[in-house]
């Protein structure tokens, strides 16, 4: 049934907008019967296991680099977990999730901050976090995002106000203005996310069906990929996302990403009922010609639908 708000109030909209929120939260897993092999990804698992079952569930991604995923495979990440760092997808496998509780977490930031080392600067207030990130911060959240970081593009003489944040794209290093003492100690959760996409895809990439996954707290884009094909995603939830440095360009100081991200020569592509909030550019985007300026690009068959869009 299609919706639309011509005549609705505020309220009745709202009151919407708060019943498809909750339908997607609550989505059961949905993808087709899995062909290969089904790996099993968990915060209780262990990397020296074999990976195909429940029980016998790795820590991480890491194995795939000598086990190489196939066409029919499928990556299923326990639900209720956080899994960190950057990823690459793989034609032909589904990405899912599997148990009960909420969507399994991919963040981009590849620890809590606030259990690394920070010390105080020659400027009051000001810490130095003790890491240096190959990619500039673009995102910072405090205390399970109940206080949101302010990013500085100049240098840390811009830091005035608690939580004002500066990173160096040049040294890595992060600078944090904190009235309050040393983060480590004012805070039991950072999050720093980097300019780096969360879900990125090779060019060409094809056949994917990325399902009932929660990404978050990366300063690119969510799931971005050039002429993909035949891609679903679906039952989703990106929150928190963009805010980093364009790359090559740092020195010009130009911030961007997106949720969700498609360019070059894309079709067969479907994104539905998914939830986008606090994305620092757009939730849903098709842009950029390319790395090919003398080839056409086209763009057909493609879907955004059922989709809930908010801040």
Not at 21 to 37: A, D
Not at 54 to 66: G, Q
Not at 281 to 305: C, R, S
Request: proline share 4%.
């Amino acid at each position: 049934m299609k919706i639309t708000t011509e005549n609705m109030t505020e309220e009745s909209i709202l009151e919407l907008s708060n019943t498809v929120r909750e339908r997607i939260l609550n989505t059961k897993s949905e993808y087709p019967e899995i062909k290969g092999t089904a790996y099993y990804i968990s915060n209780n698992g262990n990397d020296d296991n074999d990976g195909t079952s429940p029980e016998t569930a790795w820590a991480t991604l890491n194995n795939f680099e000598k086990n190489p995923l196939k066409y029919g495979d499928a990556v299923l990440f326990e639900r209720g977990g956080i899994y960190r760092g950057y990823h690459y997808g793989c034609s032909g496998v589904t990405y899912s999730a599997y148990g009960e509780g909420p969507k399994p977490r991919l963040v981009g930031a590849t620890e809590n901050a606030a259990t690394l080392n920070w010390s105080k600067t020659e400027n009051e207030n000001i810490y130095l976090c003790e890491k240096k990130f190959p990619k500039p911060i673009g995102i910072a959240t405090f205390n399970n995002e109940t206080q949101i970081g302010v990013s500085k593009m100049l240098g840390v003489d811009e830091l005035k106000n608690d939580l004002d944040f500066f990173s160096d794209y040049k040294s890595g290093e992060f600078f944090l203005y904190c009235s309050k003492g040393n983060p480590a100690e004012v805070f039991f959760d950072i999050e720093l996310g980097g300019s780096q996409p969360i879900f990125d895809n090779y060019q060409y990439n094809h056949d994917i069906i990325f399902d009932n996954i929660e990404v978050s707290h990366g300063a690119s884009h969510g799931f971005c990929g050039a002429s993909l094909s035949n891609i679903t995603i679906s039952n989703c939830v990106f929150r928190y996302i963009g805010g980093g440095l364009l790359p090559t360009i740092e020195d010009q100081h130009i911030r961007y990403g997106n949720g969700v991200e498609f360019w070059e020569s894309c079709h067969k592509i479907e994104v539905k009922n998914c939830y986008f909030t606090e994305i620092y550019d757009t939730a849903l985007t098709f842009q950029f010609k390319g790395y090919t300026p003398d080839k056409d690009i086209e763009m057909f068959d493609v879907y955004f639908h059922d989709n809930l869009m908010e801040n």
